[in-house]
Each structure stands twice: as C-alpha cells, then as structure tokens.
C-alpha cells in the first residue's frame, strides 16, 4: 500500500463505548497529525506527532488520547465520547514540518449516538 | 495567529467555463501554500505546492499563483468538467507545527 490509509472509514459509537482510530503511512515521513473537520468550520488541528514525540496537543478534551508507536502508525483512542464529537477525523503526514507539504488519508466518519 | 479566508463560499458554473478559486491571509510570512481537493465525505487529496519562492505552479488543467506580498493565492480551472464538482481548500505554512486551513469553496460544474 502507498500514501497514508486510515480504519475504520465509518464508525458508529454510544456515548459510554472505547474505541481507536488507525492511521498508517507509507511514505517515510517523520510528522503525523490528526485533524478534526466539522461542518462549515476550517480543519481543527488535534494532534502533532514529529519523530514520535508528541509535540502540540491544543487544548483537546482528554476523552481523545493519541497513541503513536513509531513513525509509521498513529492511533487514536476515543473513550465516553460527546455527541457533538460526531465529524470526519483526518490523519496527515509529513516530511520536515509542512515543508514539502501534507499528505491526508481518506478519513474515518464518526458518529456518536 | 495566522487566518486564511477563500472567497466565494461556493460557486456554480457551467460546463466548459474557466474559473478562479481565491485564497487570502493574514500573515504573508509564509513558507508554502497548498491546494487541496476533497470530495463529499472523503480525505484532502492534494493538487498544487507553490513554496513562497513561486510565483505559479501548473498540473494539468489546473494553475495555481502566489502573490506573498499582499497575502494572496488563486487556483485557475481551465474548461471545467462535471468531476471537478467538490470542495477546494487552501492550506498555509508558516513553519510551526501546523497548515493552517481555509473553510473551502465548494464547485458545482453543471452539465
């Protein structure tokens, strides 16, 4: 596989369930991100990993807790989640910062009932 | 903090028109500007990296410009295609650890 793949691409959860989202890159990058996209609001970042150290957090709510074993896999552990949780939850990688830019995975849409 | 606006919100042409997407922000201490493409429900698939030493970038049917100076950036579409219909976003680096992300403009290309 090329480029950067996340699971699930869908999930449904209830407020009280534990779940993790998958992110893995192939492309030898050393940062990888999660961002939060919500309707009609600008790309939120979450999540900054470089050379697997995390190093920007952004005040997120600790009901979301990453995970990133090494430079190619980055997780996301979800846990007593809100309804106003519900978006899109994108992974991106990068070489150098954002000097040659981002690469994104397709994302996984969640909703949380 | 830097903010990045893309102006209209949406757009709606007809097959075959040439059209500008426009991107603007604040900070012009950028390093590069990114254009992306997304489809409904979909990740950012990307188009166009102009680094802040570029004027101009082409892929195909696709020019993307950079103006630093006034905090500028448009994406040209020549002969726009039905399959062009999706969301078009602008991103900007500043150094940091982030892009930081216009809210998108939205293309319908009617047949």
């Known amino acids: 596989e090329t480029g950067v793949t996340q699971t699930p691409r869908h999930l449904v959860m209830g407020m009280t369930n534990k779940k993790s989202l998958k992110c893995e890159q192939h492309?030898?990058?050393?940062?990888m991100y999660w961002y939060k996209q919500s309707a009609k609001k600008p790309l939120e970042l979450m999540f900054v990993?470089?050379?697997?150290?995390?190093?920007e957090n952004n005040s997120v709510p600790s009901r979301f807790s990453p995970e990133c074993p090494n430079s190619s896999h980055l997780f996301l552990h979800l846990h007593t989640l809100q309804p106003e949780d519900s978006a899109l939850y994108l992974c991106?990688?990068?070489?150098?910062?954002?000097?040659?830019?981002?690469?994104f995975g397709s994302g996984t849409r969640l909703t949380v009932v | 903090k830097q903010e990045v606006t893309q102006i209209p919100a949406a757009l709606s042409v007809p097959e075959g028109e040439n059209l500008v997407l426009n991107c603007s922000f604040t900070?012009?201490?950028?390093?590069?500007l990114q254009w992306f493409r997304q489809d409904p429900g979909k990740g950012l698939t990307s188009l166009l990296l102009?680094?802040?030493?570029?004027r101009e970038q082409t892929s195909g049917r696709l020019n993307a410009s950079l103006d630093k100076s006034s905090g500028r950036s448009t994406l040209y579409i020549a002969a726009s295609q039905p399959g062009d219909s999706a969301t078009y976003l602008c991103?900007?680096?500043?150094?940091?650890?982030?892009?930081?992300f216009g809210t998108g403009t939205s293309l319908t290309v009617i047949p």
């Open positions: 991106a990688s990068s070489q150098d910062g954002g000097a040659w830019g981002y690469t």
């Open positions: 492309l030898g990058h050393n940062a």
């Open positions: 990993y470089s050379l697997e150290e995390r190093v």
């Open positions: 900070d012009s201490a950028i390093y590069n």
């Open positions: 102009i680094q802040s030493s570029q």
């Open positions: 991103a900007v680096w500043n150094t940091g650890n982030q892009f930081y």
